[in-house]
């Protein structure tokens, strides 16, 4: 199961979409009320995915790079790195006791893509 969560299987991916770093650990998703899931984040160019463990089953979630407005992360003694993702005001996402992935890299990847991505959608803006 845990090979499962680095990989986003039966998800189409968009042309010149490349799939990047993930990042394994406990995820908090925040929709609605709080659920707490082993799981992953995995970043594409184009986009992030959530892979969250339910009863020997992975479920996947698309989250927008323009459904993300903000990203933190805090560094405890005792559980490591926390990495959040917010949507204005609301967590959108948390994960922590990180395994697996180096948070660095995959910060340095959805920052790069990010950007290309708002980029693009601006120079679209400009010629509609």
């Known amino acids: 199961m845990y090979n499962k969560l680095k990989h986003i299987e039966g998800v189409n991916l968009l042309p010149r979409e490349v799939v990047g770093p993930a990042l394994v650990g406990s995820v908090e998703y925040f929709k609605g009320e709080k659920s707490t899931y082993h799981g992953s984040l995995v970043a594409t160019t184009h986009r992030l995915f959530m892979n969250l463990e339910d009863h020997d089953m992975v ?15 805090e560094d405890l003694l005792m559980v490591g790195h926390i990495l959040h993702l917010w949507q204005n005001d ?11 992935g180096k948070l660095d890299k995959f910060l340095e990847f959805y920052y790069k893509y990010r950007a290309q991505h708002a980029e693009a959608a601006e120079r679209n803006e400009a010629l509609a």
């Not at 479920?59 to 992360?73: A, L, M, N, W, Y």
């Not at 609301?90 to 697996?100: F, G, R, W």
């Open 90 to 100: 609301k967590l959108l996402v948390s994960i922590k006791s990180i395994s697996e």
């Open 59 to 73: 479920c996947v979630e698309e989250i927008s790079f323009k459904d993300i407005t903000r990203v933190t992360v």
